[in-house]
């Protein structure tokens, strides 16, 4: 299974969320694949909307968060919590993202919680990884992303609903897509962190790339062997552009 998942970040409206979900719900159902899965995740406040036409629709189209609090319930204003992604339909949720890390000082061990909070309400965590264009001309991105591995897998969560994101940071919105040497090496090393932590268990994680990802260097990208799908940022906020990477795992 190859995973295009969208992240559309802090973007969208009300009448963008309602053309894009109907864009694209037509053309997985006239042209989807049974090994490719669509994952959307909007902000929150256009995930009801869209769950609602999705579940209408029978879509096989998935829905996802950006983000979830590690506790069920309680006073933590602003926050939501994995529980209530389920009731609402979410199966997904993105926990991680360097955005996430950088602006709202999210530890590992924070992201964990988080991990396990989600998995205990039976959504599937995207847990985004990825070394900065300092630790990368350091020569440090395995042993970043070994290093945030054992902080984010720490307790073990659930193999069955876990994908793992490498999203080097420095290629985040900037345009720079890793090149597939980089991306091949980064996956072999990530998979040989979840078969040590999780065993046979361990070879069976969807990893996928996340980085600059267009429809121009997709095709290259998800034929890079380790790579199980893409995150998309910017271009996921395009119907064209969104329908094409997802189109380039044929
Ligand atoms: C992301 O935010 O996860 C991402 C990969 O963004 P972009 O595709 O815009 O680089």
């Known amino acids: 299974m190859k995973y295009i998942i969208g992240n559309?970040?802090?973007?969208?409206?009300?009448?963008?969320?309602?053309?894009?979900?109907?864009?694209?719900?037509?053309?997985?159902?006239?042209?989807?694949?049974?090994?490719?899965?669509?994952?959307?995740?909007?902000?929150?406040?256009?995930?009801?909307?869209?769950?609602?036409f999705l579940s209408r629709h029978q879509s096989a189209i998935g829905l996802g968060a950006q983000d979830c609090h590690a506790q069920s319930s309680g006073a933590f204003t602003g926050n939501i919590s994995a529980p209530m992604?389920?009731?609402?339909?979410?199966?997904?949720v993105i926990l991680g993202h360097s955005e996430r890390r950088q602006y709202h000082a999210e530890s590992d061990a924070q992201?964990?919680?988080?991990?396990?909070?989600?998995?205990?309400?039976?959504?599937?965590?995207?847990?985004?990884?990825?070394?900065?264009?300092?630790?990368?001309?350091?020569?440090?991105?395995?042993?970043?992303?070994?290093?945030?591995l054992n902080g984010c897998l720490s307790p073990l969560p659930d193999a069955a609903k876990l994908i793992v994101a490498y999203e080097p940071v420095?290629?985040?919105?900037?345009?720079?897509?890793?090149?597939?040497?980089?991306?091949?090496?980064?996956?072999?090393?990530?998979?040989?962190?979840?078969?040590?932590?999780?065993g046979p268990g361990g070879g069976k994680i969807s990893v996928v790339y996340g980085g600059s990802v267009k429809p121009s260097n997709a095709k290259a990208t998800l034929a890079t062997p380790g790579v199980d799908?893409?995150?998309?940022?910017?271009?996921?906020?395009?119907?064209?552009?969104?329908?094409?990477?997802?189109?380039?795992?044929?």
């Not at 559309?8 to 894009?20: C, T």
């Not at 309400?121 to 440090?140: D, K, N, W, Y």
């Not at 799908?229 to 044929?250: E, N, P």
Request: net charge negative; hydrophobic share 45%; aromatic share 8%.
């Open 8 to 52: 559309w970040k802090m973007n969208g409206s009300r009448d963008l969320a309602w053309k894009l979900t109907l864009d694209l719900h037509q053309y997985v159902a006239a042209e989807g694949r049974g090994d490719a899965k669509m994952v959307l995740c909007p902000p929150f406040a256009y995930l009801p909307l869209m769950q609602d």
């Open 85 to 92: 992604l389920a009731d609402i339909g979410c199966g997904y």
């Open 111 to 148: 992201i964990a919680l988080k991990v396990k909070a989600a998995q205990g309400s039976g959504l599937t965590a995207v847990l985004c990884i990825g070394e900065t264009m300092a630790e990368r001309q350091g020569a440090q991105t395995n042993a970043v992303l070994s290093q945030q």
């Open 170 to 198: 420095w290629a985040i919105g900037t345009g720079l897509n890793a090149n597939a040497d980089d991306i091949e090496s980064a996956h072999h090393h990530i998979r040989q962190e979840l078969i040590r932590h999780f």
């Open 229 to 250: 799908g893409v995150l998309v940022g910017g271009a996921s906020l395009q119907f064209a552009d969104f329908r094409d990477i997802y189109a380039a795992c044929a």
